[in-house]
């Protein structure tokens, strides 16, 4: 299992280059197999002195995923969103689904793919999202709910210190930023 979290807040975690390389060295960690090969691509660039182009190391993670009877992998892609869509040919995020639409692509029996996102990114997964199971956990109830709870256990605690305010004016803040809050 290799896992990304996409990160408005750190630039250097909005790019393909760094889902991938996140990506290998998790897997190569995990396995004799796929630590091989990545060896095998660091050897080939200077041991580590020259920089794969993303290309390379797109066919490195298409090689560990071809281990013939491999294990199941699951890669776990949270927040797409968070991933900027840019003026640029391609955008960042146009990158990024583009490798998820070639590792979907590739229809590996052992290959499990979880994307995570916000729903305003949906024309942007365009493809993908005809060939996947969707979830979509933005209208649920318990989802909100879950969101309120927090919400309400917050506002409630010592450290949030809300001691003075009328139990009027918490309600009013819990009511507001759970229905804010977008899913959130």
């Known amino acids: 299992m290799a896992y990304f979290f996409f990160d408005f807040k750190d630039e250097q975690k909005q790019a393909s280059r760094a889902l991938l390389v996140s ?12 630590c091989d090969i ?18 390379e190391l797109i066919k490195c993670l298409r090689d560990m995923l071809k281990i ?33 639409t070639q590792l979907v692509g590739l229809k590996l029996p052992n290959l499990r793919l979880c994307f995570t996102s916000r729903p305003d990114i949906r024309i942007s ?45 918490k309600k009013l803040v819990i009511n507001t930023l759970s229905r804010r809050a977008d899913c959130m």
């Open 125 to 169: 997964l365009g493809p993908l999202v005809s060939t996947c199971t969707r979830i979509v956990l933005h209208n649920e109830r318990g989802q909100k709910q879950d969101i309120e709870n927090y919400i309400s256990s917050v506002v409630s605690s010592r450290t949030f210190n809300t001691t003075g305010w009328m139990d009027k004016d």
């Open 68 to 100: 013939p009877g491999g294990v199941p992998v699951y890669l776990v892609v949270d927040a797409l969103d968070e991933c900027p869509n840019l003026t640029g040919i391609p955008s960042p995020r146009e990158e990024v689904v583009e490798l998820l």
């Open 23 to 34: 990506l290998l060295v998790q897997l190569s960690n995990q396995s004799d197999s796929f």
């Open 38 to 55: 990545l060896h095998g691509y660091h050897s080939t660039h200077q041991r580590g002195s020259l920089q794969p182009k993303e290309s």
